[in-house]
């Protein structure tokens, strides 16, 4: 048995080089191409139990690595100006997005997540939206209708957190949810409640876009999925929405799933207070 898993690393380890050696000389190579390349390269990995088993999930793995490193080399000098707001201190409120999505940005399938439940995303996501910056406050969340729908009955409203759902219709529920028009009304919502903590915007595609082109959600927390899953649904591009790399923990498998907990800020705009009114801050048309 043991001999067996000695053998297996052993050729995982070997696998992992040649990604990595193929991946050096090209960096948007596709699995079919690295397939090839291999093959040609050495004959002797021409198993299609390795390619399909194995090699899928270490070739997106080293993609992940990759494409992070570069990141971090890119991101560095403007991550150190402005670490200090960085820096995710409990006892700071913060707007700011929560998302898990795969390298290609996609975040949903027919109203669900593409992938298997992940553990650890979700325990991240609970204690990252409901514990509040300071005692007796309470944070918020600010979703789409269909993000809503998306929440098993027995889960929602999320408990101990404000619910906020944007909606043209009237949804049914108790509870501490409120129900808004537009993102905008969203904010102007939040600024009339007292004692909320941060506020966090959890999808799905339109309101992550509106909250990423909005100049006070400074800070995105990304849970990278490093593994290919069908999508229909896709959040923006971060990095073209002016955000850069912070800091990205190690992979971690979760349900055999690499993902890893990373985190992107943009420079913050014009300060929010608390409690300011929303109607102060300039918006772009989108939200007239
Ligand atoms: N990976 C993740 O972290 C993550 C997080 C959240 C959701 N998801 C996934 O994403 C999918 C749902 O996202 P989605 O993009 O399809 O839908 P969504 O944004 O959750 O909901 C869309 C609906 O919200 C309302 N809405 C949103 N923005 C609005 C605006 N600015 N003005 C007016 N109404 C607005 C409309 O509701 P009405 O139609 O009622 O008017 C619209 O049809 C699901 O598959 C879900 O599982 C993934």
Known sequence: ???????????KTAFRGLVVEALSSNKSMTYAEFRSYVIAAS?????????????????????????LKEQQASDSSSSSSSSSSSSSSPTTQEYAIVVAATENYGIGLKGGFPWPRLKKDVD????????????????????????WDSIPLKFRPLSDRINIVITSSEITTSGNVHTVASFVDALTKVATLTNTGSVYVIGGARVYADAMAHPWFTKIYLTRVCKEFECDTFMPRIREMGYRLDQ??????DNDVPIQFC????????????????????????WG
């Open 1 to 11: 048995m043991t001999d067996n898993n000695d053998a297996v690393g052993l050729i």
């Open 263 to 286: 985190v992107y800020s943009k420079p913050s705009q014009p300060e929010k207070k608390e409690n300011e009114p929303v109607q102060e801050v300039e918006h772009g048309s989108k």
């Open 248 to 253: 990205c923990d190690d992979l971690v498998i």
């Open 124 to 147: 991240f996501f609970k204690s990252k939206t409901t514990e509040p910056p300071r005692a007796s406050h309470l944070n918020v969340v600010i979703m789409g209708r269909k993000t």
């Open 43 to 67: 004959p002797g990995f021409e198993n299609d139990e390795i390619f399909n088993v194995l090699g899928r999930s270490i070739f997106y793995e080293e993609c992940c690595n990759m494409k």
